[in-house]
């Protein structure tokens, strides 16, 4: 799996080891749709083994250590669980470390995926893939997030109280042992009860990951990169340009290219297309329809303000249709591109290099990351819709 791939689970308990050549401690937390922990409780990992439908088992001989997910007894109100690594070692990053995870049956351990993040660097703490519920399935998803601030970083995002450390007593403290990094505490029950200290930023993107430093990129299908450049998000304007020709002379091809906008949930917040050219106050444009698909460059395209988009959009799909019924087995070179608004320089591109006879083509993805920034996959996956309008389900399930 690729950063941000998902695959739907056909088993309905799954494990998910972690290994590395080093130690990890690797923990699962259970979260609503609003993305944190229900209580304490909901947090997993070896001094807490269990948890509904959520267990820890600690690696032996060597081997990692796993969360096991029974999808079948997880509450309803829980939509998906994230399983998290951090470095046994006390100062110790992922630098030159790669964490791998493996998704097993945990009945037959057959092997239903693997993941492993891209070269690290400062992070001390990685979210590495989540199992989540989506239109009564369950799917895995990878994610392979950092923290610079350890465990305790994700737990606190996540809704978990996190005990401050005590002072020490004494100048120094056995070093034979250390205290974990994230402690079970039980919830404040008395006015001297203080609130979560706050997580700390998750740390900057790793030059390991995909990202615009060096030029233009060109994808394939799956591949994910980081809208990052000179180690800062790009959070200015960006020109989605998608482009497509007729497969036969003489066979004009009435696409219609449209964004849908998705909040944390994965639900539809709005989608731009040609009947609706400005959506969210103007942060994301439309260019306007094109009925045939004639002539050189982009046929339609559609501009987003990304600093101004409101913070409940956390993902973008971009598609097209074919309003007029014909297969894009009918279709020639279609394509999408990433441009730079101001510059007009060409970030991002993804040549479809094959097709099927539907009617709607999913051609990518935009996801909002815990750290800021944006990164977009390839996805060229066809449906059967003429319209926007039938694209916001199978877009919500593929986010």
Same mark, same amino acid.
């Given at each position: 799996?690729t950063?941000?791939?998902?695959?739907p $689970?056909?088993?309905? =308990?799954?494990?998910v080891?972690?290994t590395?050549?080093v130690?990890?401690d690797?923990?699962? $937390?259970?979260?609503? !749709?609003?993305?944190?922990?229900? +209580?304490d409780d909901d947090?997993?990992f070896?001094?807490? &083994?269990?948890?509904?439908?959520?267990?820890h =088992?600690a690696?032996a001989g060597?081997?990692?250590?796993a969360? /096991?997910?029974?999808?079948?007894?997880?509450p *309803?109100?829980?939509d998906?669980?994230?399983? /998290?690594?951090s470095?046994?070692?006390p100062g110790? #990053?992922?630098?030159g470390?790669?964490?791998?995870a493996t998704?097993?049956g945990?009945?037959?351990?057959?092997?239903?995926?693997t993941?492993?993040p891209?070269?690290l660097?400062a992070e001390t703490?990685l979210v590495?893939?989540?199992v989540?519920?989506?239109g009564?399935a369950?799917?895995?998803r990878?994610v392979?997030?950092?923290?610079?601030?350890?465990?305790?970083?994700? !737990?606190?995002?996540f809704g978990?109280?996190?005990?401050? *450390?005590?002072?020490?007593a004494?100048?120094?403290?056995p070093?034979a042992q250390? !205290?974990? &990094?994230v #402690?079970?505490a039980?919830p404040?029950?008395?006015?001297?009860?203080s609130?979560?200290?706050?997580?700390?930023?998750a740390?900057?993107?790793?030059s390991?990951k995909?990202?615009?430093? %060096?030029?233009?990129v060109?994808?394939? %299908?799956?591949?994910t990169?980081?809208l990052?450049?000179?180690?800062?998000?790009?959070? +200015? +304007?960006?020109r989605?340009?998608?482009g497509? @020709? *007729?497969?036969?002379r003489?066979?004009?091809i009435d696409?219609?290219?449209s964004?849908?906008?998705?909040g944390a949930d994965?639900?539809k917040i709005?989608?731009?297309?040609?009947g609706?050219?400005a959506?969210l106050?103007g942060?994301i444009q439309?260019s306007?329809?094109?009925l045939t698909?004639?002539?050189?460059?982009d046929?339609?395209?559609i501009t987003?303000?990304l600093?101004g988009? &409101?913070p409940e959009v956390t993902g973008?799909?971009f598609?097209?249709?074919?309003f +007029?019924?014909q297969k894009?087995?009918d279709?020639?070179k279609a394509y999408?591109?990433l441009?730079?608004?101001? /510059?007009?320089e060409?970030l991002?591109r993804?040549d479809i #290099?094959h097709a @099927? &006879?539907?009617t709607?083509?999913?051609?990518a993805?935009l996801?909002?990351?815990?750290?800021g920034?944006?990164?977009? #996959?390839?996805?060229?996956?066809?449906?059967?819709?003429?319209?926007?309008?039938?694209?916001?389900?199978?877009?919500?399930?593929? $986010?």
């Amino acid at each position: 799996m690729t950063p941000g791939s998902n695959l739907p $689970l056909s088993v309905a =308990r799954v494990a998910v080891d972690v290994t590395a050549p080093v130690r990890l401690d690797v923990s699962g $937390l259970l979260l609503t !749709a609003d993305g944190k922990v229900r +209580s304490d409780d909901d947090f997993v990992f070896y001094n807490q &083994p269990t948890g509904p439908g959520v267990s820890h =088992r600690a690696g032996a001989g060597g081997g990692g250590d796993a969360i /096991t997910v029974d999808t079948a007894a997880v509450p *309803p109100d829980i939509d998906k669980i994230v399983v /998290t690594a951090s470095l046994d070692a006390p100062g110790a #990053t992922f630098a030159g470390t790669e964490p791998t995870a493996t998704v097993r049956g945990a009945d037959d351990g057959a092997v239903i995926a693997t993941f492993t993040p891209p070269q690290l660097g400062a992070e001390t703490a990685l979210v590495v893939v989540e199992v989540y519920r989506r239109g009564g399935a369950w799917k895995v998803r990878a994610v392979g997030q950092g923290y610079a601030n350890g465990l305790a970083g994700i !737990a606190t995002d996540f809704g978990v109280t996190v005990e401050e *450390p005590a002072a020490p007593a004494a100048p120094a403290a056995p070093a034979a042992q250390p !205290a974990p &990094p994230v #402690t079970h505490a039980p919830p404040p029950t008395g006015p001297a009860a203080s609130v979560p200290p706050p997580p700390m930023p998750a740390a900057p993107p790793s030059s390991g990951k995909i990202n615009l430093d %060096k030029g233009r990129v060109s994808l394939q %299908k799956n591949q994910t990169v980081s809208l990052v450049k000179g180690g800062r998000p790009m959070l +200015s +304007s960006v020109r989605m340009g998608l482009g497509w @020709e *007729p497969a036969f002379r003489g066979a004009d091809i009435d696409l219609d290219a449209s964004v849908i906008a998705f909040g944390a949930d994965r639900k539809k917040i709005d989608a731009c297309f040609f009947g609706k050219l400005a959506i969210l106050n103007g942060a994301i444009q439309h260019s306007g329809d094109n009925l045939t698909g004639e002539g050189g460059g982009d046929d339609e395209s559609i501009t987003v303000h990304l600093g101004g988009l &409101p913070p409940e959009v956390t993902g973008l799909v971009f598609t097209v249709n074919s309003f +007029s019924g014909q297969k894009f087995t009918d279709v020639a070179k279609a394509y999408c591109r990433l441009v730079d608004a101001q /510059t007009n320089e060409e970030l991002v591109r993804f040549d479809i #290099t094959h097709a @099927e &006879p539907r009617t709607g083509v999913m051609m990518a993805k935009l996801i909002r990351q815990f750290s800021g920034e944006w990164e977009m #996959t390839a996805m060229g996956e066809y449906v059967d819709s003429r319209t926007v309008r039938g694209m916001a389900k199978p877009a919500g399930k593929a $986010l």
